[in-house]
């Protein structure tokens, strides 16, 4: 039987390792590339400038890949609910396939688009291609529940083999025998519309340092491959969170809109690992990939992943409500220089280090503010051209020390921390070169850290010891409790690999 078949494109915004996309070619005949605009996802609570940018670019780069194979990407607006039955019909649609994605939200929009599917007697395929794994698979194989550590996730890993190769992009000659009906009046009836359209932030976006795409994300993980010995060396905790250009790849954006697969970088990283002596998981280029599993794995097999409330392995919490203070961490205006110039990077380029992320979330939370994790959480999907559902609500739990990390008696310096990567303060220094004045031009600290972070220390350990009398508490009761009985304050920086 020969298919009309949609190709719908979500994440997974490329050509490469898309095994869903490989599998709408089969028995092919006319084949429609669709993005949909669904307003619950692309509104502007999670949307900022620079993150539509970076889709805008992505778009328009999946439009030129597809028209070297004759083909064009559809792009439409509104709810997937409403909009495919009438594509199913308007298209004569006999087959839709699509990556599987498994956040709370896609989850029940597939169901929803699947039902509609199947009562239009359109076949459904997907296909896992976002993970390195396949997430159900990791949890079957932990007798149904999610691994709650890096070791667990990696004992797991192990007894499942390494992952899938990528599988090649399609070709022109894959599209021998297919086309893609489109008219003259493509651009107008499912042309990309343009940035000032789609968002309303007056904003002016930052300059574009990270152009979205699949090009550009295959060209920036050649150029990474290029330095093999960089590559090998390769330790999380000797990277730099304030140098003036990246430390790391940078690849994030390019992997959570999908411009680049897991599985290339997985294997292209392997291919420059052979024959070489090169460092290994936690800290290594594959053990950040394996980061990526781990949070996947636990943001699917725990009920509420991304909230304190009814999730089962997050500490409870008396967390303060102060607008005030959440606007000054928001806006770079908390008189830290070094939390300052991280929140302005932020708003600017969209991508900041891991460790400037630990700085200023451990400043929102259990360091200094006291505010719930779910604000920083928020901030960040919104200005992150990396955020991810899963990885934002994982290292937010890990950082706010609610889940997974319980060392909360280590607190980041908000101070110190920056010195120690930067000693002549070059990543802050342009507001004094621009003669600015502290407590004129600029405000002063908007908390004593030396006091505050050693109040908010026994505030935690109170919501600790609520944690441990609760029956319900985590499995590493033991663990956490023999780690309480001597808090100590210990500054600065990671001591241990485990933290990134
Ligand atoms: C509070 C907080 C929120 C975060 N939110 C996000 C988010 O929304 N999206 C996101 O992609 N990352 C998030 N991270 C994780 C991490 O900071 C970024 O993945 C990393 O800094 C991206 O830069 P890179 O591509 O240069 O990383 P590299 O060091 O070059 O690592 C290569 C790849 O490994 C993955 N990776 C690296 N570190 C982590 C990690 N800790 N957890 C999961 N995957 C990792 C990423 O896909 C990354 O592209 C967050 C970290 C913190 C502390």
Known sequence: MTHNCIHWFRKGLRLHDNPALVSALRDCKDL??????DPHLYNSDHMGINRWRFLVGCLHDLDCSLRKLKSRL????????????????????????????????????DGKVTELAERHGVEVVYKISHTLYDMDRVIEENNGKAPLTYNRMQAILKSLGPPKKPVPAPTLEDMNEIKTPYTENHEEEYGIPPLGELCEDTAAPGEEKFPGGEEEALRRLDEHMKRTAWVCKFEKPQTSPNSLSPSTTVLSPYVT?????????????AGGYQGNKHSS????????LLWREF????SVGIPNFNKM???????????????ELLAAWREARTGFPFIDAIMTQLR???????????????????????????????????????????????????????AFFHQFFRVYSPVAFGKKTDKNGDYINVQQAAGCIVGKDYPQPIVKHEEIHKKNIQRMKLAYAKRSSDAAVSPNKKQEEKKMKSPKVTEDLPSTVERL
């Open 32 to 37: 429609y590339p669709v993005f949909v605009l």
């Open 74 to 109: 559809f792009v439409l607006r509104g709810h997937p609910e409403d909009v495919f039955p009438e594509l199913f019909k308007k298209w004569d649609v006999t087959k839709l396939t699509y990556e599987y994605d498994t956040e709370p939200y896609s989850l029940s929009r």
């Open 257 to 269: 809109f999908g411009c680049l697969s897991a599985r290339t970088f997985w294997w292209r990283l």
């Open 281 to 288: 998981p936690p800290v290594s280029l594959h053990g950040q």
């Open 295 to 298: 949070y996947y794995a636990a």
């Open 309 to 323: 409330v009814g999730n089962p392995v997050c500490t409870q919490v008396d967390w303060d409500s102060n607008p």
């Open 348 to 402: 600017q380029e969209g991508w900041i280090h891991h460790l400037a992320r630990h700085a200023v979330a451990c400043f929102l939370t259990r360091g200094d503010l006291w505010i719930n994790w779910e604000e920083g959480q928020k901030v960040f999907e919104k200005l992150l051209l990396d955020g991810d559902w899963a990885l934002n609500a994982g290292n937010w739990l890990w950082l706010s020390a609610s």
